[in-house]
């Protein structure tokens, strides 16, 4: 070869480099789309609730429909994306975000919030399969994926940070529907840049998408996640134990299902892949153990030791900080050492820090908060990331839509039964407080509803006994969050265990696919 032949051939080389990494940086916009919208609803709730004026029941599908939808259809979304192109599939849900977005800023009523929230969903479900799976078709260096997904993670940790930031200053300044247009510039520089820079694929042998499937496992996982947080918020109900059986019954369907079709909508055999099960459930774990923290410390740092929503955001910013800063090393560290010593060690430091809170109280300094949560992340971002490499390794990658589809079903399912059992336990803890002599019975019932709640009753009461029962429910809401943080530590760590075993002669891979 001329020397002028490797000059064009290093030129196309690093051309190609240059066009992954471009092709990259859409594809984090798309988690940064999604990451976001997730942390904004909780803050523009007592805003939309005010405006479109719900009842209890339809607030709580509010919050709750976008969740159900989005993990009922992932498994399905992501074997489509294998079959008609993963790249179609994003471009197509991105722009149905954004047009979705519209709708739910715009919402008039709360049966309109409520289904522009299911749709939203249906959007959703489109997006992190497909940026998983595109980074699996386009990074062929195992090293290069490692730090692909790094950054895919620390993007998804850093949208989750910044969310609550951006909405804070949005509902200070303008209406509450404005924390759903944000999503609307992000998702046009997605689909106009995405058009050039992002390669498509998929599986050239998929066969058809088997509709029974898709219905089969929307009614399962929809039917067994509403029956995980019927019975946290009301108990063992009928309806709770009816929607629990015909979840049950429908992924078992779905299951025998998929073994009988040619092209089945998930290759169940991924599963006899130690590393492949393993990762799956170190992540549902992980995210089980996380989600009572995740979902009751913006309580603790607004209700408990009263700081306005913006500082409760910046609070926790040192989670985020160290899932960004382990998150891009990961892959190298698996490497250097092994995938279950980096993913073991991820696990144990989270669930040491999770320990740690268990000695939080109401007037605790931010160092002990500040330390855990940083520790707390330093560990996600090793076991998250290293985690999904293994996913994504583990198959073909022309079933890495399907594959990544179950990594984030993982996390979906982890989150419902965390929020709902952790739930349980904290409102179990706080529920049971004792409140002063004199105070009046429907004043009494509303405080032991929730810690919220129990701030608006007290403003109803004499200075001497609102400060009591605003005290008392304070003692029990952090009595719950230390008994479910010490839960959620003991799950971390038992997980660990588990993960240094499932995880035995699990590598990341060197060579270059081709």
């Known amino acids: 070869m001329t020397s002028t032949e490797q000059l064009r051939a290093g030129e196309g080389t690093m051309a190609k480099s240059r066009g992954r990494w471009l092709a990259l940086s859409v594809l984090v916009l798309a988690v940064l789309l999604v990451a976001v919208d997730a942390t904004v609803l909780g803050l523009a709730t007592p805003f939309l609730s ?117 909405g804070g200053f949005l509902l200070e300044h303008f209406w509450w529907g404005s924390v759903f247009l944000i999503n609307l510039p992000v998702m046009a520089v997605l689909v106009v840049v995405g058009v050039k820079l992002l390669p498509e694929s998929k599986n050239p042998v998929a066969g058809p998408w088997d509709l029974v499937s898709v219905g089969l496992s929307l009614v399962g996982i929809i039917a067994l996640v509403y029956a995980v947080k019927e019975a946290a918020t009301e108990g063992p109900t009928a309806m709770a134990g009816a929607a629990a059986l015909l979840g049950l019954a429908a992924l078992w369907a779905f299951v025998r299902r998929q073994f009988t079709l040619a092209a089945p909508l998930l290759d169940m055999r991924l599963f006899r892949h130690r590393g492949f099960s393993g990762a799956v459930l170190a992540d549902l774990l992980t995210v089980f153990g996380l989600s009572g923290l995740v979902f009751f410390l913006s309580q603790f740092l607004q209700l408990v030791q009263g700081r306005e929503p913006l500082e409760a955001g910046l609070a926790e910013l040192p989670a985020a900080i160290g899932a960004v800063v382990t998150g891009l090393v990961a892959g190298r560290y698996a490497r250097r050492y092994s995938v279950r010593s980096v993913v073991t060690g991820g696990l144990a430091a989270i669930g040491l820090a999770l320990g740690a809170l268990t000695l939080i109280d109401r007037s605790s300094g931010y160092p002990l908060l500040g ?73 009494a019932e509303a405080a032991h509803e929730s810690l919220g709640g129990a701030v608006e009753a007290a403003r109803t009461l004499p200075g001497p006994t609102a400060e009591a029962v605003t005290t008392a429910a304070q003692h029990a809401f952090v009595d719950g969050l230390r008994l479910a943080s010490g839960v959620g530590a003991a799950v971390l760590l038992a997980t660990a265990v588990a993960a240094w075993f499932l995880l035995r002669g699990q590598q990341l891979a060197d060579h270059v696919e081709h």
């Open 50 to 166: 005010e405006d479109l004026k719900p009842s209890g029941t339809q607030l709580l599908w509010i919050g709750d429909v976008y969740s159900f939808i989005i993990a009922g259809l992932l498994v399905s979304m992501g074997s489509l994306g294998d079959r008609i192109g993963r790249k179609k599939l994003l471009l197509t849900g991105a722009v149905a975000f954004g047009a979705v977005s519209v709708l739910n800023a715009y919402a008039t009523s709360p049966e309109m919030m409520i289904l522009a929230r299911a749709l939203l969903g249906v959007a959703g479900a489109t997006l992190m399969p497909s940026t998983l799976a595109l980074i699996r078709n386009i990074f062929h260096d195992p090293k290069e994926r490692s730090l692909a997904i790094g950054i895919w993670g620390a993007t998804a940790s850093a949208g989750a940070a910044v969310g609550p930031v951006v």
């Open 371 to 443: 330390a855990s949560l940083l520790v707390v992340g330093l560990g996600a971002g090793f076991s998250f990331t290293v985690t999904a490499d293994v996913i994504l390794s583990s198959v073909p990658k022309e079933q890495a839509g399907s594959a990544s589809a179950v990594s984030e079903t993982a996390y979906e399912l982890g989150a419902a039964l965390g929020i709902a059992l952790l739930g349980s336990i904290v409102t179990g803890a706080y529920r049971g407080f004792p409140v002063p002599a004199g105070v009046p019975a429907p004043v």
